[in-house]
């Protein structure tokens, strides 16, 4: 049983990455209608920020510090300047154009950081501790504890505030909200900024466990995606949720009955899922009327 756990612990730190990055694509998805395919890329650019800021001998919090600021500031450019542009340009020409910033990332990162992975050092170091007889690292129990609280706060501000009200609202019709005075477009700049930037945080988490490469968020953003869609992409919760299952599910079919077919048995388990319930675990099924 303790090697059960302990494989749920593990499969919680990779599901904070997962869920850090989904909660990103929906809230973009559900308040502008976008898939921001270049969630990943961004990620991983900012990755390569906070890399570089070490490297220049900046303490590894102020670092972070000063890369989410940076992500936030992409995603106002993003909006201001790219997405507020197109509004005449359906949902599929927008995503089509989030496509064109995963080049721009990939093609940048390279060239202003170098070929060469990057080493990125853990945000807590130290011994495991022992709970329970389950071992964690410290660096593990940090990543569980951020993407936790992070979480907690946005569910509690899109649940209990002004701000959360008008993100909800905005959500479920741009047009009602527009007309119901809330600045929808000061929403939607938040909301890019926000997704910008809880992408630049799953990439941090990432970094120590692997190196910074222009190929490290391909796996995660795939996953945060299928997370996404297990969820549903109707709620906010729903993509979170998917995460912690895919996360830990693949830890423990990995343990119990083989690593090397995990993920291909992970997915089939989600395609019957989907099969059986097309909208995801929570999401909801909308009739259009005409």
């Known amino acids: 049983m303790t090697l059960f756990f302990q494989n749920i612990v593990g499969g919680m730190q990779s599901a904070s990455m997962y869920g850090l990055a ?3 694509l929906v809230l973009i998805y559900k308040t502008t209608g976008v898939i921001n395919f270049a969630q990943g890329e961004l990620g991983m650019f900012h990755a390569f920020v906070a890399a570089a800021l070490l490297a220049a001998g900046v303490p590894v919090g102020l670092a972070v510090l000063v890369t989410l600021l940076i992500a936030g500031a992409v995603g106002f ?23 064109g910033l995963v080049m721009v990332a990939q093609g940048l990162a390279p060239m202003l950081f170098g070929n060469n992975p990057l080493y990125f050092p853990k945000l807590l170091g130290g011994d495991p501790i022992t709970i329970f007889g389950i071992s964690i690292l410290p660096n593990t129990l940090l990543i569980i504890t951020i993407t936790l609280t992070i979480m907690g706060i946005l569910f509690y501000v899109l649940q209990k505030t002004r701000w959360g009200l008008a993100i909800r609202v905005t959500a479920e019709n741009v047009n009602t909200a527009r007309l119901m005075g809330i600045p929808t477009q000061r929403v939607s700049l938040v909301i890019w900024m926000l997704g910008t930037v809880l992408g630049a945080l799953a990439a ?9 490469s222009v190929s490290m968020m391909a796996d995660i953003h795939l996953k945060s995606f299928i997370s996404a869609v297990l969820g549903g992409f109707a709620t906010f919760y729903g993509p979170v949720v998917g995460a912690f299952i895919i996360g830990m599910l693949n830890n423990i079919i990995g343990f119990y009955i083989s690593s090397k077919w995990a993920t291909a048995i992970l997915y089939v388990f989600i395609l019957i899922v989907l099969v059986l319930k097309p909208t995801g675990l ?3 099924k909308f009739i259009k009327k005409v």
Not at 83 to 89: E, F, L, P, Q, S
Not at 204 to 212: E, N, S
């Open 22 to 24: 989904a909660l990103g």
């Open 77 to 99: 450019l993003i909006e201001w300047g790219i997405m507020r542009h197109a509004v005449k340009i359906d949902p599929l020409g927008k995503m089509i154009m989030t496509m």
């Open 204 to 212: 941090i988490m990432v970094a120590p466990l692997t190196t910074v």
């Open 282 to 284: 929570f999401g909801k």
